[in-house]
């Protein structure tokens, strides 16, 4: 009896120990994603998505302190979805901005090959 209750201790914090690092990780993850968008231009381009993220990061952060790693690898995961969220608009915005310069610079250009041929 004794050796399956020292089993059942030993094994609890086996799952302890894996649930820790599995949050890690994650939080690892979502900190990179949350500095990419960053990177990307979020603060300008997608400032809502960019603030969840955030938040869900610290809630992440507070969860895996207070043990409760289910919780920190949800919001971890959260996290990492709004991140990569406000990595895609901010992407996507300045694409859209480099499309319209690019198109108001062949406009120009139009104009200016017109007007040398009148």
């Known amino acids: 009896m004794m050796s399956v209750m020292v ?10 120990t894996t649930e820790k690092r599995d949050t890690a990780a994650q939080l690892a993850v979502a900190k990179t994603a949350v ?7 979020a603060p300008e381009f997608a400032p809502v998505e960019l603030k969840t993220a955030q938040e869900n990061l610290e809630d992440a952060e507070k969860a895996a302190m207070d043990d409760d ?8 995961e959260n996290a990492q979805t709004n991140a990569q969220l406000a990595s ?4 996507a ?3 859209q901005r480099a499309a319209d310069a690019l198109k108001e610079s062949d ?4 104009n200016e090959m017109n007007r040398k041929l009148k």
């Open 93 to 95: 915005a300045k694409a």
């Open 35 to 41: 500095a990419d968008a960053v990177s990307a231009g």
């Open 69 to 76: 790693y289910k919780r920190a690898i949800r919001l971890g």
């Open 7 to 16: 089993l059942a201790v030993v094994f609890a914090a086996g799952c302890a």
């Open 107 to 110: 406009q120009t250009l139009q």
């Open 88 to 91: 895609a608009k901010a992407r």
